[in-house]
């Protein structure tokens, strides 16, 4: 953060206030306060108006908007702060909670539920979503205890949100085995503070924690932490290597107890979404993704386990004879599950080293398929059959819900209805 305020101020001492600032007059004010533009630029242009004895930043160029309300005001702050949009994800979650603490004029304390925080915020200009808000709770009012040099340098959201997703699951494993929840915490915060470190990532966090785990539960049953414990051997074997060899042996990935239709099985997508309909909202996301990649012959491109957002992530690239529509629905899974934001070291213990998507990486380090899948765009949906097009929208809606993923739809601001005369007249 200092660099960067460093870096700031030494460009508006050379070059200038290239932005102008936004300020607007409160109605029961006389002066104008700043709406957008950035309280730390204005404090630099005071320090070098002082330094010049008044010389220079005499006159600063500023548009005047209408009073957009309190509320508006102040979270405007928020987004154009400049400082902030370059933190770490400690550094805003601080600031965002913070934000909330500190001004009790607001609609919304530390009391207001996660759903109802996020509403607050997206309407007002900053989407701020349920997931991520819970993650900068999670990580200032408890990782952050433990795990500080790690948040302030290497963790990033999706970091904290498998963290507490591995904390939980690791928990309830635990507590199964009649080990009480207290002795869970006080191992989990023993792990943390001997293995925090800047350069500290997910992956070693979880070895670590996995592997305790255990080694404290000897006598669990094999299947209670078979997703996690496979995983770990799978990151040790792979960890001497940064290109793993071709093998006969494919990949092992856990299948949900909850998938709702085989592959020899058909049903309407009203039906199938009813057979869903009590599914945890991350249960109801991997099996909509199964069944869509089922419904374009795909499903082996597809793989269910510990990674991605979701717990599913793809693994291959469809068939060179597969159809346009095919790849489009291929694209929105990619992104659903963030397969497109893993790193090449994340995805290749993952991938069959026969798989063209392995081979995509033989000679670079990223996937041209995985880029291109990157500029989804959610607006041509309407391609695909309406079966297909209602499982889609139902899928986004959930991740919509659920992740930090928006798409791309211009003006639309969330998941939008449509009918029948739609698809017809598209």
């Known amino acids: 953060m200092r660099e960067d305020y460093?870096?700031?101020?030494?460009?508006?001492?050379?070059?200038?206030?290239?932005?102008?600032?936004?300020?607007?007059?409160?109605?029961?004010?006389?002066?104008?306060v700043l709406i957008a533009g950035g309280n730390t630029r204005l404090e630099i242009v005071r320090q070098l108006h002082e330094a010049s004895g008044g010389s220079r930043f005499s006159d600063i160029n500023c548009v005047v908007l209408s009073w957009p309300g309190i509320c508006i005001a102040k979270i405007s702050h928020l987004v154009?702060?400049?400082?902030?949009?370059?933190?770490?994800?400690?550094?805003?979650?601080?600031a965002i909670l913070n934000f909330i603490e500190g001004n009790t004029d607001l609609p919304i304390?530390?009391?207001?539920?996660?759903?109802?925080?996020?509403?607050?915020?997206?309407?007002?200009?900053?989407?701020?979503?349920?997931?991520?808000?819970?993650?900068?709770?999670?990580?200032?009012?408890f990782l952050n205890d433990y795990l500080p040099l790690s948040l302030a340098s290497s963790f990033s959201t999706l970091d904290v949100k498998h963290i507490r997703r591995l904390e939980d699951r690791l928990k309830n494993d635990w507590v199964a085995e009649g080990k009480t929840e207290s002795?869970?915490?006080?191992?989990?915060?023993?792990?943390?503070?001997?293995?925090?470190?800047?350069?500290?990532?997910?992956?070693?966090?979880?070895?670590?924690?996995?592997?305790?785990v255990i080694a404290e539960l000897q006598d669990i049953e094999e299947s209670s932490?078979?997703?996690?414990?496979?995983?770990?051997?799978?990151?040790?074997?792979?960890?001497?290597?940064?290109?793993?060899?071709?093998?006969?042996?494919?990949?092992?990935?856990?299948t949900p107890s909850?998938?709702?239709?085989?592959?020899?099985?058909?049903?309407?997508?009203?039906?199938?979404?009813?057979?869903?309909?009590?599914?945890?909202?991350?249960?109801?996301?991997?099996?909509?993704?199964?069944?869509?990649?089922r419904r374009f012959g795909f499903q082996e491109c597809i793989v269910l386990g510990d990674k991605g957002e979701f717990g599913f992530v793809v693994v291959d690239l469809p068939s060179e004879e597969s159809s346009q529509?095919?790849?489009l629905v291929w694209e929105y899974l990619v992104n659903f599950s963030g397969t497109c934001e893993l790193s090449k070291d994340?995805?290749?213990?993952?991938?069959?080293?026969?798989?063209?998507?392995?081979?995509?990486?033989?000679?670079?380090?990223?996937?041209?398929?995985?880029?291109?899948?990157?500029?989804?765009?959610?607006?041509?949906?309407?391609?695909?059959?309406?079966?297909?097009?209602?499982?889609?929208?139902?899928?986004?809606?959930?991740?919509?819900?659920?992740?930090?993923?928006?798409?791309?739809?211009?003006?639309v601001d969330s998941p939008i209805e449509f009918d029948d005369q739609f698809r017809i007249a598209a």
């Open 6 to 32: 460093e870096r700031l101020y030494q460009s508006i001492k050379e070059e200038g206030v290239q932005q102008p600032f936004v300020v607007a007059r409160p109605p029961d004010s006389e002066h104008y």
């Open 80 to 94: 154009t702060n400049d400082l902030l949009n370059k933190a770490s994800f400690i550094e805003r979650a601080k």
């Open 109 to 141: 304390d530390h009391t207001t539920s996660d759903r109802e925080v996020s509403k607050f915020f997206t309407e007002h200009g900053f989407p701020l979503y349920r997931t991520t808000y819970a993650a900068m709770r999670y990580a200032v009012h």
């Open 183 to 212: 002795e869970f915490n006080q191992l989990f915060v023993e792990i943390a503070q001997s293995c925090d470190h800047e350069d500290l990532d997910f992956e070693t966090f979880r070895g670590l924690l996995t592997e305790q």
């Open 225 to 254: 932490v078979n997703t996690v414990s496979r995983e770990t051997v799978t990151e040790e074997s792979s960890a001497t290597e940064d290109f793993p060899q071709k093998s006969d042996i494919a990949p092992e990935f856990d």
């Open 258 to 293: 909850t998938y709702v239709v085989t592959k020899d099985e058909f049903c309407t997508a009203s039906e199938f979404l009813n057979k869903c309909m009590d599914q945890e909202p991350s249960e109801r996301i991997r099996n909509l993704a199964m069944e869509l990649a």
């Open 325 to 327: 529509t095919t790849r």
């Open 346 to 411: 994340e995805l290749i213990p993952l991938l069959d080293p026969e798989s063209r998507l392995y081979g995509e990486f033989q000679d670079q380090d990223v996937s041209p398929s995985l880029q291109i899948a990157k500029e989804i765009d959610l607006s041509v949906m309407w391609r695909v059959d309406s079966e297909s097009f209602e499982l889609i929208l139902h899928l986004w809606r959930l991740v919509f819900e659920h992740t930090e993923f928006r798409p791309d739809l211009g003006d």
